[in-house]
């Protein structure tokens, strides 16, 4: 018996399979996820995905599942999803996904008033998990500005929470902090211009899919602008030119996001996330390759 509208008096016709949805509209689904049982549903599709096409998860994806983890204070669990249910994923996990959980560990710095050193050498020795080549990042990254920055921001907000305890700060780790903080710093020396495609404003566009583009590289100097606003007016000097040299792609990005009508985005969810004071604690995570970077 077949089922009939009865509006139109035709018959009801199955629809046809559309297919996976792109992984730009999966992120932006995954980006407005607002409840966490909603996240732990999406956890199946991803292992799914995994199994079924190999190289579908695109490093985008694994960041904006792995952000929404943190907003809703659940990291360890993605953390785990990630690392020990995606075995294809391995071998597209990259210098972005990188740059995320750089972003994500110097938030939760900020959270826990964290002032070890050796607990973000802990949390850096499984950002480096899945392949030897993400070992070696300057053999095999010809670009390293947005990892030296997100890794700056870590390194800023143990400072903050080190300046805030006063004396109380132990002098050996202060010093050993601001050796690094000196010696990142001097892999700015020649920054470049962050580029984009001034034709992503025009009349017409898909402002959403193109600004959704330029959002992890966006968020990323945009913390760090932020982070480095919290510097003495002295210290600022040495960011000066990465900051003046990224002020076309800042006015640039705020425009498309304008246009394209996002009101919360990364930036925004994330400082939110970070306003939520928590206990910095460990997660349970496999084994790691050691990481002498």
């Not at 249910?85 to 597209?92: A, I």
């Not at 990142?184 to 899919?209: C, P, S």
């Not at 602008?225 to 003046?244: C, H, P, R, T």
Request: charge should be positive.
């Amino acid at each position: 018996m077949n089922l009939v509208d009865k509006n139109t008096g035709k018959p009801y016709l199955p629809e046809k399979f559309k297919g996976v949805p792109s992984a730009t509209k999966f992120n932006y689904f995954l980006d407005n996820l607002i409840l966490f049982d909603e996240l732990k549903h999406v956890k199946p599709s991803l292992v799914g995905l995994d199994k079924i096409n190999k190289g579908w998860l695109k490093p985008s994806t694994i960041n904006s599942y792995l952000y929404k983890s943190f907003e809703f204070g659940h990291l360890d669990g993605g953390l785990k999803t990630v690392y020990t249910t995606l075995p294809n994923f391995r071998n597209s996990f990259n210098l972005k996904n990188i740059e995320a959980l750089l972003l994500i560990r110097s938030l939760q710095i900020k959270q826990g008033g964290v002032t070890s050193l050796d607990w973000l050498y802990k949390k850096l020795k499984h950002v480096f998990k899945y392949n030897r080549a993400n070992l070696k990042l300057k053999e095999n990254y010809e670009n390293l500005e947005l990892y030296n920055i997100a890794y700056l921001q870590c390194l800023f907000q143990l400072k903050f929470n080190l300046d805030a305890a006063g004396t109380e700060a132990d002098a050996k780790t202060v010093a050993l902090l601001k050796k690094k903080i000196d010696r990142v710093t001097g892999e700015l020396k020649d920054f470049e211009t962050v580029k984009f495609n001034a034709d992503d404003l025009k009349e017409g566009e898909d402002y959403l899919k193109n600004y959704l583009k330029y959002e992890h590289n966006y968020t990323v100097l945009t913390l760090f602008k932020q982070v480095v606003g919290q510097l003495s007016a002295e210290e600022q000097k040495a960011y000066k030119d990465v900051l003046d040299k990224s002020a076309a792609y800042f006015k640039f990005v705020d425009e498309l996001k304008s246009k394209a009508g996002v009101k919360t985005g990364l930036v925004e969810r994330l400082n939110a996330a970070a306003e939520k004071k928590v206990e910095a604690k460990e997660e349970e995570a496999p084994k790691a390759e050691e990481s002498k970077e």
